[in-house]
Structure formats: C-alpha cells, structure tokens
C-alpha cells in the first residue's frame, strides 16, 4: 500500500487527483478484464495500492467509481470520433453532402475502432452497459448527447429539413450505432472494419 511520504511536498489538491486517477484506472483494468465481479473497494485498492480512506476520499461507493470509469472511456472516444471527423473534412470535397458524408464515414468508423482496439473499452461502453444499471445510465445520457449532436448536424446541413423527420432519423442513427458496436465487438460482423463501415455509410446515408 501507499508510503507515508509518497505524497510529501505534492499540494492537497494534487494528491487528490493523483489518487482519483490511479483509482480509475485500477477500476478500468478490474472491470475491464473481469467485470462487475472483479470490482469491489478491496479489489480496486489493491490494485492501486492505495488504502481505503484514500477510495472514500474519491468516491462514496463501486457505484461512483464506476460511473467515472465509463466517464473518462466516453470521453477519450468523444476526442477520438471529434479527431478524426475534423480531419475527414479536410480531405472531403467542397459540397455539404461531401462534407456529410466524410464525417459521417469517419465518425462510424472512431467508434468501432476506438472500441475493438482495447477490449475492455468494448466491454465498458456497451457490451456490459446493456446490463449494469451504472453504465446502462450513463451510455442513455451518451445517446440522448449524441441525438442531439446528429440533429445539430443535420441542422447545419439541411436547414429545411421535416423537424420530426429530423428527430427520426436521428433517433434511428444512434440505436443504429449502439447495435453496431455490439455486434462489431461480439465478432459477428467479421474483421474487415472499412467495409463495415462502407455498409453502414450507405444504410445512413442511402448512398
């Protein structure tokens, strides 16, 4: 466990956000490799080599933890599809549909290789948040964020758009998404991700 001195000379509010980090990333790699029933306030101590006033310093339950688990995981995936549409776009051509299209293509094709590439970030974001209650709310608030953010879009490129048609297609997007994940990580889309990703361009788009 954790030396007296480890934290000598490092200010309070630093301390703090070394040990919520390393509890974190005790919890991914637990959860990650083992699931709900690897991860306990014991398991992810140990892990960490932190004691448990250092847990309870952070968070008040497993609960919590694991709820900044999906946190950080989601936002490293939210970096990466936001990465790699903003480069999409420089190489599309100068119409909104080209522009549409290579976002789209690109921002599908984040998510399955953002997930695939680590497993356990597969497992965190929506193999096991299907059953944990934890993570089942925070991939719905995930959801309902990326909705909006294909309904901005959609905006932005179609201005005259039906609005309730708009809120169709968005809704169906983002289930679509979610069951494509699944599905690419349960192995039973094969292994070639650009022609996942071209089936599923075509399916969104209609071309």
């Known amino acids: 466990m954790t030396s007296p001195t480890r934290w000598a000379g490092v200010p309070l509010t630093d301390r703090r956000a070394e040990r919520r980090a390393l509890l974190i990333a005790a919890a991914y790699r637990l959860f990650g ?78 998510v399955l290789g953002f997930s695939s590439a680590d497993p ?11 059953a944990n209650p ?21 905006w932005r490129l179609h201005p005259k758009s039906d609005p309730v048609a708009a809120q169709v297609g968005a809704a169906m997007y983002t289930g679509a998404m979610a069951e494509l994940a699944q599905q690419w990580l349960a192995g039973n889309l094969g292994d070639d991700l650009d022609r996942v990703v071209d089936y599923a361009l075509r399916l969104v788009l209609g071309r």
């Open 120 to 130: 356990r970030r597969g497992r965190i974001l929506f193999t096991d948040a299907r």
């Open 33 to 110: 490799e083992g699931g709900e029933a690897a991860l306990s306030v014991r398991s992810v101590c140990r892990e960490s080599e932190l004691n448990s006033r250092y847990f309870y310093e952070s968070f008040a339950d497993v609960d919590e933890l694991l709820g900044a688990v999906y946190d950080e995981v989601s936002a490293q995936l939210a970096a990466e599809v936001e990465t790699a549409m903003a480069a999409a776009v420089e190489g599309a051509g100068e119409g909104a549909g080209d522009s549409l299209r290579a976002r789209t293509r690109a921002g599908i094709a984040a």
């Open 134 to 154: 934890v993570l089942a709310a925070r991939r719905a608030a995930t959801q309902d964020q990326l909705r909006e953010a294909v309904l901005t879009e959609g």
